[in-house]
């Protein structure tokens, strides 16, 4: 089955920082990719949809100047989190779906720790 | 918004014990997703269906469209099930919602 991946695993990074996740298809293109991301106990939530070409659109609630997101490629979407700070640590799942298709391919995840 | 709600939230087996988990939604859907999500975080889709049943080694799941209503069953459980099991409906965009889920401990 179709295949993304997402890098790093894990990252610890210092508060005021800045860190970027990628997020890739590596055997379909997706022109959408969704961010997700999951605080300890909750469920996933949806956090942004990125787009190939045009500007990702943030769920309420989501700062979109502190999480910048790039669709650069049919193939690789980024999530750059702006000034951590440790209420941003969460693990943060990406997932790309199928043309055509009701499928979902979803990454490994991104686990992010900020001291 | 569509509301997903699971149950249990809990689930402790025997092995061996056949298990259910349910899942219901508020607003009618396309298909809907049942996905397992291990210690370490990372998720492994399971299914995606749209009407009926499908079947997967141990794992089956059913759906019924008009009740907005699915269930993930395990047969013949075995520790390595142990995990989260979530349900997810997607949105008109394809975003997907996901329900609470389901922490599942299967004891040997």
């Known amino acids: 089955g179709a295949v993304v991946s997402q890098h790093p695993s894990w990252v610890i990074c210092k508060s005021g920082t800045s860190v970027k996740i990628e997020c890739r298809s590596l055997?379909?293109?997706?022109?959408?990719m969704f961010w997700y991301r999951q605080f300890p106990k909750q469920s996933l939530m949806l956090m942004a949809t990125s787009n190939e070409g045009s500007k990702a659109t943030y769920e309420q609630g989501v700062e979109k100047d502190k999480f910048l997101i790039n669709h650069a490629s049919l193939t690789l979407s980024t999530l750059t989190v702006t000034s951590a700070h440790p209420e941003d640590s969460s693990f943060y799942i990406c997932?790309?779906?199928?043309?055509?298709?009701?499928?979902?391919?979803f990454g490994p995840g991104t686990r992010l720790t900020v001291t | 918004k569509n509301e997903v709600e699971q149950s249990p939230q809990n689930l402790t087996a025997q092995e061996g014990e056949f298990i259910t988990i349910n899942c219901s939604y508020s607003v009618g859907i396309s298909a809907l997703h049942w996905l397992q999500q291990h210690p370490g975080g990372g998720i492994v889709s399971l299914f995606m269906l749209s009407s009926g049943k499908k079947k997967h080694g141990r794992l089956i799941a059913t759906i019924n469209i008009q009740e907005k209503h699915s269930s993930l069953h395990i047969t013949a459980s075995h520790p390595r099930d142990s995990a989260v099991y979530i349900c997810?409906?997607?949105?008109?965009?394809?975003?997907?919602?996901f329900g609470s889920g389901t922490q599942l401990t299967v004891l040997p």
């Open positions: 997932s790309a779906p199928a043309a055509g298709v009701y499928e979902q391919y």
């Open positions: 997810a409906v997607p949105g008109s965009a394809r975003q997907l919602t």
């Open positions: 055997d379909f293109q997706a022109t959408t």
